[in-house]
């Protein structure tokens, strides 16, 4: 993670977060894009995804889609005041705002989700809701018997695909070649390998990690197809597996991406919805993350339930 600290920077957000439109937030009409030697639209870069902009809107702003530029300023000092606050009884706390990337993308919508129009992630299905429920049983009553029963982050295995910006570490490096894109996402070092050549996704009973991504381009806009993700896969606490996930990548000035993922899983959610956020390219650094080495929180989090189960018996 980054070891800049941004808690100095919180008294200038309300000159940092002055922003606009979100149609405009991330174009520029001015500007044409370069392409590679090849032919394509140059997608290359480090570009960052860091933003306060919650994925969902807040009940408080349900019916409104943009704030003003003074109320996107509080929402990011409230939000990394947060950070800094006591940690509730019973918490071991969390990193502090110095810990944090600042928000580049500072938009005044009230949530990345653009669709449904509520801004809201649609209701589960029935057949969801009882995944659901039983996996919530589950990890109530085996929340540690082992590290199988930890999520895949925590276990270093994967951040996964699809994901929305974290609060650090939200980078990711583009790389192209004519048959062939590459996302390196900096959380947890993963990458995966966008093919171009046309060929289909392989059969259904080969399941990876991030899934299996193929894209095409339909004008300057490059749009992945991803399928065939792992039944161990989440996003957002619920499995994947069933999941078609199409992302769009266009770039819309010298450091500007505009990117939509449009997520339908007709077994998980009762209709499809989309999110939106811009992508600011930073010239980087990608940092390490050396998630297995020293991951003492693993070995704390079971020792910490065979002491409950010795206090229990």
Known sequence: ???????ALIPALAVVLV??????????????????PWGHPDLQGIW??????????????ADREFLTDEEAAERERVRFAA???????????????????????ALTRTSLIVDPPDGRIPPLTPAAERR?????????????????????????????????????????????????VVLLNEMINETRVVSLDGSPHPAPGIRLWNGDSRGHWEGDTLV???????????????PVDGLRLVERFTRT???????EMTLDDPTMYTRAWTVVLPMIETGGPIFEYACHEGNYGMEGILAGHRAEEREVR
């Open 253 to 259: 000035g010298p450091d500007r991406m505009h990117y």
């Open 48 to 61: 960052d995804q860091t933003t306060g902009t919650p994925l969902e809107r807040a009940a408080e702003v």
């Open 19 to 36: 922003a606009a439109p979100a149609a405009a937030q991330d174009a520029d009409a001015d500007w044409t894009p370069t392409r590679t």
């Open 1 to 7: 993670m980054r070891h800049a600290s941004v808690a």
């Open 132 to 180: 659901a429920a039983e996996n919530q049983a589950r990890r109530r009553d085996h929340p540690a018997d082992s590290w199988e029963d930890r999520n895949l982050w925590e276990r270093c295995i994967t951040r996964g695909t699809p994901r929305v910006p974290n609060n650090y570490n939200s980078n990711i490096l583009i790389l192209q070649t004519p048959d062939a």
């Open 224 to 238: 992945v197809e991803t399928t065939n993700f792992s039944p161990k896969q989440q996003f957002r606490g619920f």
């Open 83 to 105: 950070f800094d606050a006591a940690p509730r009884q019973g918490s071991p706390g969390n990193y502090g705002s110095q810990w944090r990337d600042g928000s580049r993308n």
